[in-house]
């Protein structure tokens, strides 16, 4: 499986962004996909992920973010809402199935104040 994360950037605080992750290769039916950040000098962390039937978990998003799928392209998203500079970092895209964790190589997210 190869991820494919686009939608960073350069944002000021208070502005939105939206990532979007397509996954290609073998995918499985049953399969879970999220979005990791790894702020500067820090370690990767969850900020959320949704499972293949719609059900999304949060995790560190204190309710700005959504996270949503679109199963027929294979694409997870991640709309960022009202960011802070606490926002900056790496966003990582992860897919799960019964074959293990697949990462995509990130996306730049830097938040200005």
């Known amino acids: 499986v190869q991820l494919q994360a686009s939608g960073g950037g350069l944002v000021q605080a208070g502005g939105s962004l939206r990532l979007s992750c397509a996954a290609s290769?073998?995918?499985?039916?049953?399969?879970?996909m999220g979005w990791y950040r790894q702020a500067p000098g820090k370690e990767r962390v969850s900020v959320a992920y949704i499972l293949s039937g719609g059900r999304a978990h949060y995790v560190d998003s204190e309710g700005r973010f959504t996270i949503s799928r679109d199963n027929a392209k294979n694409t997870v998203y991640l709309q960022m809402n009202s960011l802070t500079p606490k926002d900056t970092g790496i966003y990582f895209c992860?897919?799960?199935?019964?074959?293990?964790?697949?990462w995509g190589k990130g996306t730049q997210v830097t938040v200005s104040s």
């Open positions: 290769g073998t995918i499985s039916r049953i399969n879970t």
């Open positions: 992860k897919y799960t199935d019964g074959g293990g964790d697949y």
